[in-house]
């Protein structure tokens, strides 16, 4: 019934929508550099976190899946082959003289080798590989499972979270390292795995050893992991919010 | 959840209907109160919460900037979109769309955009994401943030619009709204709109357009959301296969938003065409003036 406005006042809405949109991006940007701006965002990640665990147990499972859906490569994400010496002559060895080191707040600190490691109770998953990125692939794992690990070192009553310390050290000189709280942990599908699609864990994916934990994101599952520790909180690990890319701004518990 | 051009809260509309019966045959225009304050403030909430998600959502796609069918993105098939950049023989980028196999040169808006003055690999420009440069991590956090006021507002409305009836009395087609489709479908295509009484109401195409958007392309974007979540998955392992898997997912999720945008463009030509200022001012003081010029009239 009414006509559109006249040139004018096209022109003017026009200029209103355009400086309107101008301001929304400069505003957002703006908002994100402030301190207490992206500290109200995270609520929502809180919540994530929460609906989470309202909407499964603890003890779900993640999908897995059937040798004819597995990835052609797996792809490898981040680094692809750390440039720690000593990780390199580790590697140069065929990490015979490499050992997992498990210690903290558990009554047995101990060493496992790699031969140790597949002499235990082995689990071998078809699992998706979620990253925060976006992408998904899928591969057969071959692992042990931690709790066959944590079983032997006997965590005390105050641990209540499990740090994996890495042989990677990213662009910025930060070395990796991840955490994941016991519920995670003790996972039926939380392994240490030692195998990808059958064969020995190439070096572009974590070798020697890299943790699943299926039910999270990919940035979660370390490679290179050479020292495992069990604390009462990981406050006091490198800038304290629990792994890597968490002190770069993503959420520790990433379950989407 | 409530984007409407809106003709019809018939109870507040009915309260100062008493003394309009009698204006109603002549021609004077008269105002009334269309949408309730609860409704209105929904309405924005909604506007802003749409927007940044769909800004942020541009965001972290971005960092990927590929679409797949499946679970997987790694199967050994093509993405069935795909937005990258190449260089040119003289070295300079360009942008490329890839769409179920057809390519399409998109330099300046999709693959490469300017950035900083800079001609600049990016799947969507700076002005589309929120924030601009590139960073994953505080798209997220702008994405899940508004999910959530998103979800809570949208239920919410969801709650109201059953409680107070206004779903019942004016989103649900009647009978005549029914019969009447025909006729609907070609007033909207000559661009003519329902005046004088019948303006109240919500005619039968936007009646049904509000509850697909709202009982459907919403929700289901939603779940597409939560079917990209790990942990999510593991409520019934398998649940994500209905829908082409996690990665499937993700593609409808991109697909369902443009659907979005697709719907608020036409909600916006519908609200410009029809009466813009009038439209606007019922959706922010919530007064709407009728006006019955016959000459005006479709009918």
Known sequence: MTVPGSPSRRTFLAAALGSACT?????????????????????????????????????????????ADLSPEFRSNGTDYPEDPAYRALAANQFADWALRVDGLVNRPSDFSLARLRGMRSRTQITRH???????????WTGVPLSEVLA???????????????????????????????????????????????????????????????RQLGYKMAKYVMRIELVETFKTVADGQGGYWEDRGYEWYAGI | MNSLVANADERTGRDMGLDNKATSSDSKPYGYPRHRLAV??????????????????????????????????????????????????????????????YEFQTTGVLGVSTQDGQLTARAFPTWATIPGPQWLAMGRRWHFFFAWVFFVNGALYVAYSVLTRHLNRDLLPTREDWRSIGRSILDHLRLRHPTGEAARHYNVLQKLTYLVVMFALLPLIMLMGLGMSPRLDSVLPGWVDVFGGRQGMRTLHFI????????????????????????????????????????????
């Open chain 1, 23 to 67: 301001a929304l991006l400069t505003g957002c940007d703006a908002l994100s550099k402030t301190q207490w701006f992206p500290k109200l965002l995270e609520t929502g990640e809180h919540l994530n976190r929460t609906a989470q665990r309202l909407l499964t147990s603890r003890k779900s499972m993640a999908q897995e899946f059937s040798e």
């Open chain 1, 130 to 140: 979620d990253c925060v990125e976006g992408w998904s692939a899928i591969g057969k």
């Open chain 1, 152 to 214: 032997v070192v006997q965590p005390q009553p105050r641990a209540r979270y499990v740090v994996f310390y890495c042989a990677d050290i990213m662009d910025d000189g930060a070395r990796y390292y991840e955490s994941v709280d016991l519920d995670d942990a003790y996972h039926p599908q939380t392994i240490l795995a030692y195998a990808l699609n059958g064969r020995t864990l190439p070096i572009a994916n974590g070798a020697p050893l890299r943790v699943r934990i299926e």
């Open chain 2, 40 to 101: 209105r403030i929904m309405h924005w909430v909604n506007v802003l919460a749409v927007i940044v998600l769909l800004m942020s959502g541009l965001q972290i796609f971005n960092v990927h900037a590929a679409l797949y069918w499946g679970q997987s993105s790694y199967s050994g098939h093509a993405p069935v979109l795909q937005i990258t950049a190449m260089q040119a023989s003289d070295g300079r980028p360009i942008g490329v769309t890839r769409v179920l196999g």
């Open chain 2, 256 to 299: 369902i938003a443009w659907a979005i945008v697709l719907f608020v463009l036409v909600h916006v030509f519908e609200v410009i065409i029809s009466g813009f200022w009038n439209n606007l001012r019922s959706m922010i003081t919530g007064r709407y003036e009728v006006r019955t010029n016959p000459h005006d009239s479709p009918r």
